[in-house]
Nanobody, 114 residues
């Protein structure tokens, strides 16, 4: 089992920045990929960014150049640095960890508004 807890969400003005954290506990060694998703009510969940065990990253076109996914050296926490935020980035952001199964956190709300 893997437990995930997201933090760092909040209210920010357009053009601002936030850093989200996804803290993992449990069978961390079983995790091969960690992902950040976001979802707006009534819309399909969107895969935002992924990072593999080897450190390879991938991003949705909508966030390339603005968001950066990274991982702490001890691999217990994955971050999502979000810069140049736009109103359309408003969503609930959730992380998932893929090992034998896919585990999910509870999500954190990000609101971009003036």
């Amino acid at each position: 089992q893997v437990q995930l807890v997201e933090s760092g969400g909040g209210l920010v003005q357009p053009g601002g920045s936030l850093r989200l954290s996804c803290a993992a506990s449990g069978l961390i060694a079983s995790i091969t990929v960690t992902k950040w998703y976001r979802q707006v009510p009534g819309k399909q969940r969107e895969l935002v960014a992924t990072i593999t065990n080897s450190g390879r990253t991938n991003y949705a076109d909508s966030v390339k150049g603005r968001f950066t996914i990274s991982r702490a050296d001890d691999k217990t926490t994955v971050y999502l640095q979000m810069n140049s935020l736009k109103v359309e980035d408003t969503a609930v952001y959730s992380c998932s960890a893929v090992g034998l199964f896919e585990f999910w956190g509870q999500g954190t709300q990000v609101t971009v508004s003036s």
